[in-house]
């Protein structure tokens, strides 16, 4: 399985907030975001997997995360590097085609979110879903948002509208590599943006519109870090007796 998790974005929200690193960088409780993102996907790291980081050049030229990379990721992985900015995560995550164009499964991740899955492991083996979106109960409306069919079956993606309480993690999952390139390909040459940008959630409105399954799996816990007020919040969490991250 290809994880790839895209660390090329602005991160304005936190700029405005008064940090000055790249958003991977932020430090919470002594580590980078990218670090915690890293811990809530490890029981996706106990099956083979091929880890890729999307990065932009010139955060790789002026800042510490190449370094920082090989001090928190104890993992083998791919540094992958763009030259500018693109329009949105969908958009970022094609820029890697060349190693996830095929049949093998995808995994895709923020760089600035902390989850427990309340699974010990997990794999591509577990499910028959040609995608799988994972979530928790928030009406946030800066998240996006899942309309939900028959057992665990989702109906359509929202972004920025709260249609239901059941929010995305961030995380997402295509049976092939090939499955989310076709569709964000598509998606660009539609312009089919929202907000400017191109998002990964609603490639799976097309998807489900070719009648192909597309999954949710609520998760026991998910922080999201894009804001000074976020990453204070999980802080709190960490202190609180029993939330010990390993």
Same mark, same amino acid.
């Given at each position: 399985m290809n994880i790839v998790i895209p660390m090329a974005g602005k991160g304005e929200r936190l700029k405005a907030g008064g940090f000055t690193s790249p958003k991977m960088l932020? %430090?919470?409780e002594g580590e980078p975001l990218f670090s915690w993102a890293l811990k809530g996907l490890h029981p996706f790291f106990t099956q083979p997997f091929h880890l890729i980081f999307i990065c932009l050049r010139e955060h790789l030229q002026t800042s510490s995360v190449l370094k920082q990379i090989r001090d928190f990721c104890p993992y083998p992985c791919t540094i992958f590097t763009i030259d500018k900015l693109t329009e949105g995560q969908a958009e970022t995550v094609l820029m890697a085609e060349e190693y996830i164009n095929n049949n093998q499964p995808l995994l895709i991740f923020n760089c600035d979110t902390y989850i427990e899955i309340g699974l #010990?492991?997990?794999?591509?083996? #577990?499910?028959? @879903? #040609?995608?799988?979106?994972?979530?928790?109960?928030? /009406?946030?409306?800066?998240?996006?948002?899942? !309309? =939900?069919?028959? #057992?665990?079956?989702? &109906?359509?993606?929202? %972004?920025?509208?709260?249609?239901? /309480?059941?929010?995305?993690t961030g995380l997402y999952f295509f049976r092939t590599g090939k499955l989310f390139v076709n569709? @964000? !390909?598509? @998606? $660009? !040459?539609?312009?089919?943006? $929202?907000?400017?940008e191109y998002y990964i959630g609603p490639l799976y409105n097309e998807l489900i519109n070719q009648g192909k399954v597309v999954e949710f799996q609520?998760?026991?816990?998910?922080?999201?870090?894009? =804001?000074? &007020?976020? $990453?204070?919040?999980?802080?709190?969490?960490? !202190? &609180? %007796?029993g939330n010990e991250v390993h």
């Open positions: 932020v %430090e919470c #010990d492991s997990w794999s591509p083996n #577990d499910t028959t @879903a #040609d995608g799988i979106l994972w979530t928790f109960h928030s /009406t946030e409306p800066n998240l996006s948002f899942v !309309k =939900t069919g028959v #057992d665990q079956t989702v &109906e359509e993606v929202v %972004e920025k509208v709260p249609v239901s /309480t059941l929010a995305s569709e @964000a !390909k598509e @998606a $660009i !040459k539609r312009r089919d943006r $929202i907000r400017e609520s998760i026991k816990s998910c922080f999201p870090l894009g =804001t000074p &007020e976020e $990453i204070s919040r999980f802080k709190v969490h960490l !202190k &609180e %007796e």
